[in-house]
């Protein structure tokens, strides 16, 4: 299976402290994407890293991957309460690429 | 620019009953998928669609279960004879082309309850 892991399953902590989310997967990928997801709610891009890169920014967020570790981190910097989400890994693999795959998901909760 | 839209929001139905769940992609968007998510789970890839073909179904049950996409109007998730078990949230995703390092537009989703 494809299906990326995520790392914690749950995570809080608060506010203005940073959240890292991990993500692992099995299979060689073409790239990999965070989404975020409010409660009850469909989900919201962040960013995409591509498997030739290591490290992406934006904002607040910043992305790593390891293809030969198959990991990928999600760091939060100097969180704030309205980040309370899920947040969820996808890739999109070298085989069969047709669709994204998605992790089960970390619920982040900031405490104000 | 509408983002994609999905209908109804909520949907009760009784064990045996037909649900049929609507999803139109964003504008221009050619390439719709649907995911299933139970609680406090992961989305579950269920079926890939350009206009009139289907991709990918590899994530639809065999039974029960059908989508189409038609030349005009929205995606059509279709589930018959729905049993306690396909109570979930079905989102649907679109997007303008398939190529690599695409991202995918969501809906908020069609929450089904079966009774």
């Known amino acids: 299976s494809q299906q990326g892991e995520e790392d914690p399953q749950a995570l809080s902590i608060q506010e203005g402290e940073n959240a890292t989310m991990n993500c692992s997967y099995k299979t060689s990928i073409n790239n990999l994407q965070w989404y975020r997801q409010n409660s009850g709610r469909g989900l919201v891009h962040l960013i995409l890293?591509?498997?030739?890169?290591r490290e992406k920014h934006s904002g607040r967020l910043r992305v790593t991957l390891d293809t030969s570790k198959k990991s990928s981190s999600l760091l939060i910097t100097a969180s704030r309460a309205a980040d309370t989400a899920s947040y969820f890994c996808?890739?999109?693999?070298?085989?069969?690429?047709?669709?994204?795959?998605f992790g089960q998901g970390t619920r982040l909760t900031i405490n104000p | 620019n509408a983002g994609v839209m999905q209908n109804p929001r909520h949907l009760v139905r009784r064990r045996g009953q037909e649900a049929r769940l609507r999803c139109s992609p964003m504008k221009g968007h050619s390439h719709v998928y649907w995911y299933r998510q139970l609680p406090e789970e992961g989305l579950k890839f269920m079926v890939y669609l350009q206009k009139e073909n289907i991709i990918d179904e590899s994530g639809m049950p065999k039974e029960r279960f059908s989508a189409e996409f038609p030349k005009e109007g929205p995606s059509i998730l279709r589930i018959q004879q729905v049993v306690r078990g396909d109570s979930a949230a079905y989102f649907c995703?679109?997007?303008?082309?398939?190529?690599?390092?695409?991202?995918?537009?969501f809906g908020s989703g069609t929450q089904l309850s079966v009774l």
């Open positions: 890293i591509r498997s030739n890169e």
């Open positions: 996808a890739t999109d693999a070298i085989q069969g690429a047709q669709k994204l795959v």
């Open positions: 995703a679109s997007s303008p082309i398939r190529t690599l390092g695409e991202k995918l537009f």
